[in-house]
């Protein structure tokens, strides 16, 4: 991992991505830098998802650089899964492991990539489970948790990785309104800890609250980039404009 | 038509005694198909189709054709090469029993590397991807997600093809093999009554269904217990 704090955790140039004749990154430039929390937002289609899913490499892009903790990454990279498990990603539909109860999800990957022993990884799953306000359904199967008790289950999971970076994608789209709170708030206070993050969202609430950057995408590029303050106030780009008028009316 | 009852349960002791062979006949070909059938189901799901046709080419020729022809191809095709005849493997390979078994794995490797493939298809993306964001290697996605769910979904049909190979290895009969329905044809060609005797091996294959059906239903309970709300 990059040595000095001003370094970028995360290098984005010129990246494009492409499938088939569809291009859904056409350019993308971003740095992060450690501890940073962005939040990206944009159109349905605009590649949001297609971005965050190139910087740990669930899809591969075909233009430009991606720069992940000092490690750039391409066909090469050796040891992607070591890359990965540095970088935690919770997805819109969970995706916990059905057949495992919480806490063997939790305990996976700690056991399998860290090697951990079995009562190391249940204290370090018990621990996270605690953070995400859910240690009584350790012993219970996914289906038998809320939608917003399995998205901080997922979000405990990653973070039994000790992750340097996390990436949200659409975390409450998923979610009952009165499960959402619960689950902005475990990401709220992930953020106060320090946490770098990479948001996609348009919880706008959240996004005033704990971005350092808002980052509005269309047509898979970065239309506009801005601290809250100023990305709600003057958005200078039109597509902007007319987004935001149509998300903060409905 | 009239049935002796009396017949049918007096000729039961007898029949019993082939299901020591139709058991062995099932359980190590369903066995060794099994095994295969993990290979041939990677194989043919291999997005490279020099390992993919191969595998599609096997399977649509084992299921394409009767099991019948397949174990007599065996049992009197082997004996044609001569590889086979001096290979030190002949004096196994010239037994009914192995020749059985060779033909009923081939066969069992086939049906159940295509339901293999359709668990391991079934298995949700996201899960996977799940595993890789977590940095777990492609052998733990394999052997810690793609698996375990994918033996879920393949019970169904595998309790089937359990059940079909089962009343498939009454074909062992033909190559002179005394399992249930060979005893229960040498009984019929004693007493001349086919109607009694057969009943009575309906009836015992009938029993051993029935353990396979209580297995598949205790497979299926332990494999669903997390779908349990
Ligand atoms: N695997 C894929 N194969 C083909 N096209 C894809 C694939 N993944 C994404 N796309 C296309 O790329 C474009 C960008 O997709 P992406 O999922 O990044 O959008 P998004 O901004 O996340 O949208 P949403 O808000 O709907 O999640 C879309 O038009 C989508 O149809
Ligand atoms: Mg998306």
Known sequence: MAASEADPII????????????????????VVRRGQKIVVCGPSGSGKSTLIRCINRLEEHDGGRIVVGGIELTAAVKDIDAVRSEVGMVFQQFNLFPHLTVIENLMLAPRLVRKMSKPEARELAMHYLERVHIPEQAAKYPIQLSGGQQQRVAIARSLCMKPKIMLFDEPTSALDPEMI?????VMGELAAEGM?????????????????????????????????SVFFANPTNERTKVFLSQILTH | MSFDVALI?????????????????????????????VGLALLRISPNPA???????????????????QVAIVYYGLAQFEMVRNSPLWPTLREPFWCA???????????????????????DRGLLEAGKSLGLSAWHRFTRITIPIAMRLSIPAYGNEMISLLKGTALASMITMYDVTGVARTIVSRTFAPYEIFISAALVYLALTWVIQQGVKFAERYFNRHLRK
């Open chain 1, 11 to 30: 290098l984005a140039e010129k990246v494009t991505k492409s499938f088939g004749s569809f291009r859904a990154l056409a350019g993308v430039d971003l």
């Open chain 1, 196 to 228: 770098t993050m990479i948001v996609v969202t348009h919880e706008m609430g959240f996004a005033r609250r704990v971005a350092d950057l808002v980052v509005f995408m269309d047509k898979g590029e970065i239309v506009e980039m801005a601290p809250p």
């Open chain 1, 181 to 185: 709170k619960e689950v902005l708030d």
């Open chain 2, 9 to 37: 349960l007096q000729s039961l002791p007898q029949i019993l005694e082939g299901v020591g062979l139709t058991v062995q006949l099932h359980l190590i070909s369903l066995a060794a198909g099994t095994l295969l059938a």
């Open chain 2, 101 to 123: 078994i060779i033909a009923f794995t081939l066969n069992v490797t086939a049906y159940t590397a295509e339901i293999l493939r359709g668990g391991i298809q079934g298995v």
């Open chain 2, 51 to 69: 390992l993919s046709w191969p595998a599609l080419v096997y399977i649509y020729v084992f299921r394409g054709t009767p099991m019948l022809v």
